[in-house]
């Protein structure tokens, strides 16, 4: 069904016109109502003291908060933006992706000076996201975070009707490297003890991924194929499974990213090491493989590390090239801008994986992805068939 | 994990060497900050506002606790995080309570956790019973959220290890569990129970598959590969049906009601008071379900109310047993204090481990985020003041809950006596709404009808609408929980079950469920 829609079609189908209409009426009136409330709270709750997170970005965007949609005709004429413009999440409120994109929008929303909506559309493996920011208008109010390699996974994999080239790209947001975790207080300490202990114990040793297709089962199903290994994988669908799992011991290992597991629970679980040929700084005590000496593993970057990146329909560069710009040039100032850089400090050291490349290099990102998921594809397909 | 949130412990330790002049220095360091905090005027604003908000957004169809932090989420942007926080953690607490008046009022639960409450609550509104149903509701849903707050400051890291504990086999045990309530749901047959309550787990089914994410009965449909939303479906089957029953039969209230309206006013607000403190162990019993299972990442408000009234109702005397679903005050009690329990419960291992405990606490890490503060090992260090200023306004929250509830009880229960020209035509429209705003899919709206539809024809022909919800909800965390449980024992049933003590205390609980089941039907 989904595929009748023609992307190339470069008429904006008033179905989709439709659609979002629907939604910013619905948005409209479910929030305005609760904005004028809350917006005597507002008024003095910004300058109220005792700011433990001693967050500045908040504070700015005081003359244009108070309601996420009220205030349309602030910038008057023809200033862009006029209205709130939509960021779309495909993962659910509080997952990793949801809050990379909330810490910054309250900066971005200062430096383009209007407001942002982040609108979280979960499920499908990010493909009814994905659906959403393909279908959008590409008039410069409709963006998206989105996360790789989940992005191409859900048309290799899935049967999303999009493809690379139907988005315009923003700019990257961080990248997040694959690590394997163990729970604390088991025999194994590295990675290279891991296998050793993987070799001895066969089917009965279990490794937990996030998601079925994505950087942490490609690892897994690298090390597994390199090694001949027999352990069992489990998909425990989402980040904050995986961490319950480690915490309580339910599995022998995990394949997560450091700054998704965060870095607070270091205490708490052992790095066996990450999935790269460099180490990263954010859990630095845990080795690469590379360093480890795993010379035999294939090391597929940049499919082996999570990045988040921003990205709009296409179309937006080409009808609206000043709004692109616009989009493109406050994006790079927000992600450089102080405000963001606290926030995302405290928010479990973002700060220190943050990674900006300009869109041509985004996109280039997104390519090698592309190229990488469909060289592994065979050994996807085996896992996806249950073998 | 015991150090997870040791400085609560450490704070309660220094905290008894007292200073009986000044009640401040009860409590130490961090904790005696975190009420200054919470002592500003604008922060004590946004409590009441916040629990109001909440209460109104929950009695709602279709908003549940979830749905209305995520749409207040924004809204907060431009406050400061202790007012933001402390505004949604209120209006959370608000919302579960709130989706209980209109299950007592007019028999269309408000969100998921409060589905069990119209079994009791609406049959003493048609008794004319309202503001007695609605003051126990109150009274109960406050004091039980007061206790829950208690365990959050005074026993977070023992039930974060119970959390903890809770793994995938657990999570598919509990929810057999509470699915062997479906016998218990009123009025019904046995077998008519068992074959709506498979349909509804058929249903969940629908979507990706949990652990390869192949697609299951999509039909193509990129919005059906995360299936059928429960909370669309709840609409549809209860407040889309029960608005058209309504139609048909004309009014709400049974009786004429002049006699029992007479006897309304604060007089049904006291009795209730009364009845529920002649009831401590009903009430506990709710609370302490309410507060486990809040706890544990994946089950809500939504879970807790069914275990508790299956519960209340195995653990009652047998002539109290059959009376529940006749208009009873257990009923009510079982249903609401275990969902306001939840709130402190599931705060437990979001702020101690960062592990949602629930689908609301999961919204409210994304609020987190905006804010600046990452919840987790060592929260208290990083963001101590303003923790201890939210858990502290959990009992002010409650407290108002209580004062709104007992207060407005008479008030709200003049709903149950408007024209139904007025209720029909108002609720289907919120159920609209309420149904689009779930995931922003013009497609619910059509599933909330075919939901509605069906539901009519499960009461012509006496099938209980509460099976397949029950299905739905629970469906997909058994699912979950069965599949990744069984890769982890690596497939071996006898593992599976017998993997923990917890397990095999759930299993005994099914098993003994059942076996009294089968004895009072064939008896």
Redesign the interface.
Known sequence: ???ENDHNDSDPTAERDE?ST??RF?QA???AG??A??GC??G????????????GG?GG??G?????DGNSSSSGGGGYPSKPITVVVPW????GT???T??L??TWSNVIGGNF?????????T??GG?QMYNATPNGYNVGMWNLPQMPATWI????SYRADDFDYIGTNHADPTLWIAPKGRSYGDMNEFLEYARKNG??V?VGLT???GNTALSALLVKDTYDLEF??????GG??V???I??G??DAAVNQPWAF?P??K??ATGLGTHTEESQSLWPSVPSFDELGLSELPYPEPATVQWKLMLAPSGLQEQYPDRYETLVATYEKAMMADPYR??AE???GLSEIIEYNPPEETQKIVEENVTKMNEYKPLFDQ??S?N | ?IDASLPLLIDLVRSVAPDPSMPVAFVSGVMSEGL??LF?P??L??VV?GTA?GIVFGAIPGFSATMT????????????????LI?LVSAYGGAVYGGSIPAILINTPGAPGSVVTCWDGYELTRQGRAVYALAVSALVSGIAGLIAASTLLLAAPFIAEFA??F??PELFLLSAFALTIIPAAKDASLTKGLLAGAFGLLIGTV??D??????RAT?????L???FDYIVVLIGLFVFTEMIRLAMRGSMVNTGGEGATGAGGYAQTIEGIRDVLARPVDFLRATAIGTLVGSL?GAGADVANFVSYNEAQRWASEEVADRYGTGIIEGVIAADASNNATQGGALIPTLT????GSGS???????L??????P????FQ?????VY?MIFSLFLGNALILVYGLSGSRYFGKVAYVPIRYIIPGVVILAV?GA??V??A?FDILVMFAAGLLGLVFLKYDYPLVSPVLGVILGSIAE?GFI?GW??N?QDPIAFLTNSAVSVGLLVLIVLSLAITFVKNYR
């Open positions: 069904m989904m595929n659609a629907r939604r619905l009136s479910t929030i609760v904005g409330l809350a709270v507002g003095g709750g910004i300058s109220s003291g005792s700011d433990s997170s001693g967050d908040n965007g005081g244009s908060g108070g309601s996420t659910s409120q509080g997952g949801d809050r990379s909330r810490a929008t309250p909506a982040v609108q979280n559309y979960s499920g499908g493996s493909q009814i659906e994999f899935q049967d999303a089917g009965d279990t998601s079925a297709v069992q994988l489990v998909n425990l669908e904050s499974s961490r319950k799992a915490l309580a339910d599995v965060n607070a629970n205490g708490k606290k926030r405290d928010l479990s896992y996806l249950g | 994990m200054g905090v500003q604008i922060v604003l946004a506002l908000l932090l995520i749409l207040l989420t924004p809204v907060t942007i431009p406050l400061s995080p202790v007012v933001a505004l903890l504990s793994g995938g979507g990706n949990p652990q390869l994410a192949r697609p039909f193509g449909l990129t919005i590969r995360d299936g990442p481990l960062g592990i949602p606490t999961a919204a409210l890490l994304g609020a985020a905006i804010h600046g503060i990452q987790g090992p060592g929260i990083r963001s101590g003041p303003l200023a709404v689009l705003a995931r922003n013009p979950t990744q890769l982890l690596q």
